[in-house]
């Protein structure tokens, strides 16, 4: 609940630490932020980003995926890689539905505290409600972030934006970052057929050179496993992710009927730890 995360929460106009009055974040500047009746929390700067990021009909598709454990190999290879991480804030950014941080939290056990963090206030109603101690929290990645420095004990990143510095800037002394970022295998059967966008080659260099100023990577975990989707449950790995902006309705549901049912496909993902 948005009480748990609040010892955490900076304003975005000056920084300031905002306290909770009833359902209303105030910072000492006289800044105010109201809870929307389905539990989140809007903490854009006026001049920030105004899309809504993922749509209510992705977060639908996400939410009946994942629910269906599909994913659940990795939500389970981020909650070993997070074992060992002290009792302070979880924040995921780019939280979605808040999937994987209910799983990390309810691995981790004790008394920790959750953020959400996320553009999408479709996704963010789902998070409110995903676990007893997650926050929501709507924001820009590429932003900074609606946290005090060095609050977070442990920052997930699963299939998300990556701000280096603020996600350094974050992180108290020691603490870690955990990524997840699919391969070059991962869904490739479908990748062709249904349109799917591929995965750079070249992904995971990029992403250690992006991180590399603030962030020494020390672990890294590959997770292979596979899938059998029936049509629908491929039609929702589509419309769940960014291949759901370039996808044609009609052409989809042909592809798909020229598929066999289940069809079999390879996931494959990247677990790393950086600190």
Known sequence: MLQDIE?????????????????????EAGHSFDQARQGYVSLLPGDAHTGTGDTAEMVAARADFLAAGHYRPVADALAEAARGAGPGLVADLGAGTGHY??????????????AALDISKYALRRAAKAHPRIGAVVCDAWRPLPLLDGCAELVLNVFAPRNGPELRRVLRPGGRLLVVSPTSRHLRELVGGLGLLSVDEDKERRIDEKLGPWFDRSDRVEVDFRLRLS??????????????????????????????EPVEVTGSVLVSTYR
């Open 7 to 27: 010892p955490h929460l900076a304003c975005p106009h000056c920084a300031q630490h905002l306290v909770l009055h009833g359902r209303t974040l105030r910072c």
């Open 101 to 114: 941080l209910a799983h990390v939290l309810d691995r981790l056990g004790g008394e920790r505290p959750g």
């Open 231 to 260: 049509h629908q449950d491929a039609a929702a790995v589509v419309g769940m992710g960014p291949s759901a902006w370039h996808t044609d309705p009609a052409r989809l549901a042909a592809a798909l009927a020229a598929l066999p």
